[in-house]
């Protein structure tokens, strides 16, 4: 179980996203712009769900693979998809004609969530840190389901609000919290489940 074999096509499919919603909000395509951020999500979350398959086949011997390595896996492809917003809202509102004036503080904000999942990647890749621990991991799957719920009630606010049909400057910045939240919100339930499959079948053997 590891992404390390599918990351350099992972990495290489997510620029070319990028650069595909920067021109299309750019020549403010909105329909076209929330079809690539629409991929970028989907991209994520079958790559999770390829990703952790063999973990929730019963038949399926799991060999050494811990909780913390399930966590390793879809925790960098969070953190990936909050460094994915966070250029998505630079090269938008930075580097093309529409105006917000919120999109460097959101693109800010995302980038600073990225590099705090790339700190905590760092430190729990060291099975001796005190956050490979199995309490420290509880935690953290814990935090990720607070982390879904709260994204989904966002969401069902963002689409309720009808916000995604706005004609201002932040009608890009609504596609990428639809598409960044959904990812982010499938990728923690993704997580939170390979975790509990994994600790239920160790508990079991």
């Known amino acids: 179980m590891t992404l390390r074999p599918s990351l350099p096509w992972l990495l290489t499919t997510l620029a070319v996203a990028l650069v595909a ?41 799991l060999g050494r693979i811990t909780p913390r390595d399930a966590l390793i896996e ?26 917000w004036q919120h999109g460097w503080e959101y693109g800010s904000a995302n980038l600073l969530i990225a590099g705090a999942y ?43 609000s009808g916000k995604l049909a706005t004609h201002k400057g932040d009608w890009a910045a609504n596609q990428l919290f639809l598409a960044g939240g959904f990812a982010i919100m499938c990728l923690s339930v993704i997580l939170i489940k390979a975790n509990a499959v994994l ?3 160790r508990a079991a053997n």
């Open 199 to 201: 600790t239920e079948r």
């Open 21 to 61: 919603m920067f021109l299309a909000a750019g020549a403010v395509r909105k329909v076209e712009s929330a079809i690539v951020a629409a991929i970028f999500a989907l991209l994520l979350v079958a790559t999770a769900i390829r990703t952790n398959a063999p973990i929730w086949r019963r038949e399926t011997s």
């Open 118 to 160: 790339g700190y905590y990647l760092w430190r729990l890749t060291n099975p001796s840190d005190g956050l490979s621990s199995p309490l420290a991991i509880e935690r953290m799957v814990k935090l990720a389901g607070y982390q879904a719920v709260l994204i989904g009630v966002g969401l069902v606010w963002l689409i309720g």
């Open 74 to 99: 879809t925790t960098r492809l969070i953190m990936l998809a909050f460094l994915w917003c966070a250029l998505a809202f630079y090269a938008i509102y930075l580097g093309t004609n529409i105006r």
